[in-house]
């Protein structure tokens, strides 16, 4: 289990009588997987011995789907003592599960699958866990050597699947391979340990073939261990980097790879004065409502930001751990400061990547260890900038125009009720979710905001929700669009393990980011749905669930949800035809235009009024306001 605190009681241990009923494989499994802290015994299996690896390399969770190909692989992580086993409906799910679970932790946290459609399954939430930088574990069965290209069931070989990135270590898994035979363990075990042990993300992938599964171990393993290094700059950079901080004023930029150094972020930031801005992803890591947080960049981000930049015309940008990417930055030139950046990040192929034209200094180190490095040389006589800045702009909220709900108000909603009056992670969705909410929503606190921006997966947030509720213990809160609840959730997985995950649905019957994006680019496709009720859908799969009418049932609705020991499912009729908060993308686009088309007259069915659909679409082919 996680020694993390927790508030509900373990919500797995269900599950537990069905390891005891079974004694047998209990004493097996107690026996391989917990020898005196010493080797994997002889007379293991490969699958034991991958088991007790992921043990040592500190595994407490598994999300998966089971099948043929993997049963006993199966079989022994779900006897495994440390291992918790979740089994969902979807791989993907499962796997945006298991990325949510290492984000929240720190920890690695395995996804399993069988062979074939299991693995293709799992490829959406792997994409996402090494761009967000998980620390993800793929384990999958194949096809046994002497079974492939003869037509056997869900055959994964040559034959059906492509092998480059899938099996071998590539843009998808920082490192991947095949068992083929039980004495390749050893440099597999090394090469986990290496990965986890570099500062940031970590993904891969170990088939087993279900021939190898049961083979006996020759050799015993080492006990694994993982001692997390850190990578320093050297103190000539140090020093160069205090002396052009001290030419005069600067921003600091805090993305998503320095969410583990948020106090000395602080620190820095009260000793100089400078003004903070946060990329989407690393909302809160900087409190939103400090007098120096100028705002969050980028889409569904604050023009204070770039009020900020008009004002005070800061020399140079410390850029902490973002890639400062289209999501991020849209690009703008406005962003880049006079001398330009000091970029700080643990990867030094994203440096200098987005502003590929603007002077940086790179400066490859994670951002803890920089700023431990950086701060006791700022402490005395910083000569700290003293400028008002602006914060983040309060607009006043239109009159409604229906009785529906309109999205800001339930924004308000869920400020005061989750935001301020608990202390659950919040995910949201890539649609019209991720704007408002970026926009609208204040964090006080780190690490309780997550979205994806450069994946920016539907069905990433609908299902992710249940890693920080399973592995901390705690409610969870994903705010979701309709369309992504219909195309993926695990409503049915927390119903099993009660775990306490609440979605909110912003029930528009639309895809709803398509339709108004479609709308300001001046072009036109269906982007509507039946209406769906989630209540009857959640309340199917065995879910509490409320349907939210009028703006008055709100506040009600979300209190007896965070209330609930169990996951809940609140149904919000959303007002559609307010504007998500998406200017700044729209603007992005605009700029990109290489010509732009001439004024088209507002479209049949579409309600919007933005000025960019009139003279801002493009010829050029273009993503919806997104991510
Ligand atoms: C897997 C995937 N497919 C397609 C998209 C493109 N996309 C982004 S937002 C969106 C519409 C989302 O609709 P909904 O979930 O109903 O949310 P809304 O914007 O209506 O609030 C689509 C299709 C995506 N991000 N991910």
Redesign the pocket.
């Known amino acids: 289990m996680s020694n993390q605190s927790t508030k509900y009681s373990p919500v797995i241990t269900q599950e537990k009588p069905i390891k005891i009923a079974n004694k047998q494989l209990v004493e097996e499994s107690v026996e391989s997987s917990h020898q005196s802290q010493s080797a994997v015994k002889k007379e293991t299996s490969v699958c034991q011995a991958l088991v007790k690896l992921l043990e040592d390399l500190g595994v407490e969770w598994a999300f998966g789907v089971s099948g043929g190909a993997m049963a006993t692989l199966w079989h022994t992580l779900s006897n495994s003592r440390q291992i918790q086993v979740v089994h969902c409906r979807h791989e993907s799910g499962a796997a945006f599960a298991a990325l949510e679970a290492s984000l929240a932790t720190n920890s690695p946290v395995v996804v399993f699958s069988t062979a074939g459609p299991g693995i293709t399954n799992t490829l ?1 939430g792997l994409f996402a866990a090494r761009g967000e930088g998980g620390k993800v574990i793929h384990l999958s069965a194949c096809t046994s050597p002497s079974q492939r290209g003869r037509w056997s069931i869900q055959e994964t070989s040559a034959r059906t699947l492509p092998q480059d990135g899938l099996f071998n270590s590539g843009a998808l898994y920082n490192y991947a391979t095949v068992i083929d035979c039980p004495e390749q363990l050893p440099q597999i075990g090394r090469r986990l340990i290496q990965g986890l042990s570099q500062p940031g993300g970590f993904t891969a992938h170990i088939s087993t073939p279900t021939g190898v599964q049961t083979l006996p171990m020759p050799m015993s393993l080492p006990k694994a261990t993982v001692v997390e290094s850190a990578i320093a700059a050297t103190d000539s950079l140090i020093s160069h980097c205090v002396e052009l901080l001290s030419e005069g004023p600067f921003a600091i930029w805090v993305g998503y790879g320095a969410r583990l150094a948020t106090k000395e972020i602080m620190q820095l930031a009260e000793i100089t004065g400078a003004a903070v801005m946060c990329s989407p992803r690393a909302k809160g890591l900087f409190p939103e409502d400090h007098p120096q947080f100028v705002g969050i960049t980028g889409l569904g981000g604050h023009g204070s930001v770039l009020n900020y930049f008009k004002a005070v015309k800061p020399l140079r940008t410390l850029v902490l751990g973002t890639r400062m990417g289209e999501p991020t930055s849209f690009w703008s030139p406005d962003l880049i400061p006079s001398q330009g950046f000091i970029q700080v990040d643990i990867d030094p192929s994203v440096i200098g990547a987005s502003y590929p034209t603007a002077p940086t200094i790179p400066v490859q180190a994670d951002i803890g260890t920089f700023l431990r490095q950086l701060l006791p040389h700022l402490s005395n006589n910083y000569p700290k900038q003293t400028a008002n800045l602006p914060n983040p702009e309060r607009e006043p909220i239109a009159e409604a125009t229906s009785t529906l709900v309109r999205p800001e108000i339930l924004m308000e909603a869920i400020q005061k009720i989750i935001v301020e009056g608990s202390d659950a992670v919040v995910l949201a ?5 991720f704007t408002w909410s970026t926009h609208l929503l204040r964090f006080s606190q780190p690490n309780r905001y997550r979205v994806s921006t450069g994946v ?4 990433h947030a609908t299902t992710g929700v249940l890693g920080p509720a399973v592995a901390k213990g705690n409610k969870a809160v994903a705010i ?8 993926n959730s695990e409503v049915s997985t927390a119903v099993k393990y009660q775990i306490p995950a609440v979605w909110i649905v ?1 029930n ?1 019957a ?7 994006g479609m709308a300001m680019l001046g072009l036109q496709a269906d ?1 509507l ?1 039946p209406q769906t009720d989630f209540t009857m859908i959640a309340q199917g799969m065995g879910a509490e669930s409320i349907q939210v009418d009028c703006e008055s049932q709100l506040e009600d609705a979300l209190t007896k949800a965070m209330a609930a020991p169990g996951p809940f499912v609140i149904d919000v009729k ?1 007002d ?1 035809n307010r504007h ?1 908060p998406s200017k700044g993308r729209t603007k992005s686009l605009a700029n990109r235009s290489a010509v732009k088309i001439e004024e088209k007259p507002e479209l049949k069915d579409y309600s919007l009024d933005d000025h960019s659909s009139k003279n801002g679409s493009s010829k050029e082919q273009v993503s ?1 306001p ?2």
């Open positions: 959406t969705e890539s649609g019209n979710s920016g997966s539907m069905g979701v669009g309709d369309g992504s609840m219909l195309m912003l528009d639309r895809y709803n980011m398509c339709y108004q982007a749905m959303i559609a998500a919806f997104m991510v």
